[in-house]
């Protein structure tokens, strides 16, 4: 196929067009027959529906807009627009029309956007082909996401990154009790697929970032060690963005991978527009990772649970990689979330760079406003990648655009420092935080929400605000006046601190910032294999302990602060002195927990030696 004539084009959207245009009668799946049970409906609803609907919408966008009064109380905000929303449920349920027959219309009526949706809605017959063994749209749709981000093969997903991680797991781990070198602080979908898999992890501590306390990705020293220890290893799995954001070139880890015969596997979640502007970090292809998975539904513009996963190079598996794909993907796929995933493609293809013109000028006057407003202080990192060389450096020939661009920021793997884990900030991730002091990250997106910004996520200490190729100015000055409010209210707005000192202040307060992304061990680089399996542990196996009471044994459970879910310790793991101390640290600032038998973590479940 001519990639180069076809990137316009977005096969498998436009079949589904097709299939609507058609108007052909459906005998086969899906039972809603391309919305037919509902239309009736909708059409009863529009004919009898009163602007109510409309009255109730405006109100509720009046109630969100920031109070000009620097008094206003946040937590009456919050009852008025509960008040609201309570009120429009009451409004659009129908209860005040009179009449039985239309308000039963109205509630059984879907909104006509979602029946026109459901005309897209099929399976695979003729003409839509078949996600499992691709011959015609499909087919065509991933070769041309392939070309677009630089793979040699690109896979769909519709159960999202956590079906690719799954498959990839189960694809290298081709026999029981296989050992992978594991990222410690690695999603969830991860340890369920080493479950799955039967395997054996060697989890690698990552490197922490001094400054800001938050775990990003195991340094270079650490991969080598552990690739040394076990050259038995099926392969590497590592996460790269964190959920800040942060991390740094993987070339150096590739090669250290690669040279040892061990495929590099990405949990590239935040990062499927990585290496598609200059200003955004390289992706993990372009370094030389062999499979790469990617949320395309988060930071690019597919429906949630729309995914990519990418190969390259000759470590994988591919054919028991499609058989593996089959296994945990469903054999009904959903085709409107498959064309989102070839219209978020069609989008980056034909725009290039200029996809994310207006989102990074967005970001840019958010932080131009920011800097005004010197309580709230912005997460970066303390050493910048290189700069890029001088214009007009030749683009080494048959060099991926993503390639070329990492030696545009001039980091290869004899360059970069290997102490420096986080050299590199995606720019539509911004992590601001109170220099001041007085809010913790969940105070401070309790506010903002109130304000009508809701963020991606906080923790003790951050807010997590997510920008992309969607976002505006105007959101930009929302937030900025969001901010604003929250300091004039809060009584703060005439704090004073450079940048400086805010990162002096940030530093200082690191060493007593309880993280929940990662349990560091002392002296440890990387753990013992640590098996997993499906088979439940036998209650009759394990024994309660007191907490302090438990280092040095094996756990029973996993213990798993929320958020971010990311485990402190898992079932067969041993727990050293430090585990404990941190599980008491965080029990006692207030942390909630997930996989433990007692909540209130005064004991632990242990298996019985």
Not at 241 to 269: F, R
């Amino acid at each position: 196929m001519d990639h180069k004539n076809k990137s316009s084009s977005a096969p498998l959207y436009e079949a589904l067009l097709a299939y609507r245009d058609s108007k052909q009668r459906s005998f086969h799946v899906p039972g809603h027959k391309n919305g037919q049970a509902y239309r009736h409906f909708v059409e009863q609803a529009e004919a009898g529906q009163s602007p109510a609907k409309d009255i109730v919408n405006e109100e509720h966008q009046h109630k969100v807009e920031i109070q000009s009064n620097a008094g206003g109380n946040v937590n009456r905000r919050i009852e008025q627009f509960s008040s609201v929303e309570k009120h429009g449920a009451d409004l659009e349920s129908g209860e005040r029309y009179g009449d039985e027959g239309v308000r039963s219309e109205i509630e059984l009526a879907p909104v006509r956007s979602f029946l026109e949706m459901m005309e897209m809605d099929v399976t695979e017959i003729t003409g839509t082909d078949d996600l499992h063994h691709p011959e015609g749209v499909i087919r065509e749709a991933q070769e041309l996401a392939a070309d677009c981000f630089g793979a040699e093969e690109s896979f769909f997903l519709v159960g999202g990154s956590t079906a690719g991680n799954l498959s990839l797991l189960l694809t290298v781990c081709d026999e029981p009790n296989s050992i992978v070198l594991v990222q410690r602080n690695v999603h969830k979908s991860v340890i369920h697929g080493l479950m799955l898999a039967g395997a054996r992890a060697v989890f690698l501590e990552p490197w922490v970032d001094p400054a800001s306390g938050l775990a990003v990705m195991p340094s270079v020293e650490t991969v080598q060690a552990a690739v040394q220890s076990y050259p038995e290893a099926k392969g590497v799995f590592v996460t790269l963005p964190n959920y800040y954001g942060m991390g740094a070139d993987l070339t150096p880890i590739a090669e250290v991978c690669h040279a040892a015969g061990m495929p590099l596997l990405v949990d590239e979640a935040h990062g499927a527009h990585y290496g598609q502007h200059p200003e955004l970090p390289v992706s993990a292809l372009s370094c030389g990772a062999d499979g790469v998975v990617q949320s395309t539904h988060k930071m690019l513009t597919a429906f949630t649970m729309g995914a990519m996963l990418h190969i390259q190079g000759p470590r994988l598996n591919r054919s028991l990689l499609r058989q593996r794909l089959a296994m945990v993907q469903s054999s009904s796929p959903s085709y409107p979330v498959m064309a989102s995933l070839d219209l978020a493609r069609r989008l980056l293809h034909v725009q290039g760079a200029n996809t994310f013109t207006a989102g990074l000028a967005a970001v840019d006057a958010f932080k131009r406003g920011l800097a005004e407003l010197p309580r709230f202080q912005l997460l970066q990192p303390a050493q910048q990648l290189q700069p890029e060389p001088p214009a007009g450096t030749a683009k080494p020939a048959g060099m991926p655009v993503s390639a070329a661009q990492r030696t545009r920021e001039g980091l290869t793997a004899a360059t970069m420092p290997s102490a420096a884990g986080y050299t590199a900030q995606d720019p539509f991730k911004s992590v601001i935080y109170d220099g001041a002091g007085v809010l913790s990250g969940y105070g401070l997106q309790q506010q903002l929400e109130a304000c009508g910004c809701v963020p991606e996520m906080s923790d003790e200490r951050y807010v997590v605000l997510l920008f992309s190729l969607g976002s505006t100015v105007q959101d930009a000055q929302h937030l900025l006046q969001a901010l604003h409010h929250i300091s004039s209210a809060d009584g703060h707005e005439q704090v004073q601190q450079s940048n400086a000192e805010s990162s002096h202040q940030l530093a200082k307060g690191s060493a007593h910032y309880i993280s929940t992304w990662n349990n560091l061990q002392e002296k440890t680089r990387y753990s013992e294999p640590i098996s997993f399996t499906l088979q439940p542990i036998v209650e009759t196996d394990t024994i309660n302990v007191p907490i302090e009471e438990s280092a040095g044994c094996r756990s029973a459970e996993m213990v798993i602060p929320y958020p971010p879910g990311i485990p402190l310790v898992y079932p067969g793991e041993r727990i050293s002195t430090s585990m404990v101390a941190r599980i008491q640290l965080l029990r006692d600032e207030g942390a909630k927990f997930h996989g433990v038998s007692d909540a209130s973590l005064q004991s632990l479940r242990l298996m019985k030696e």
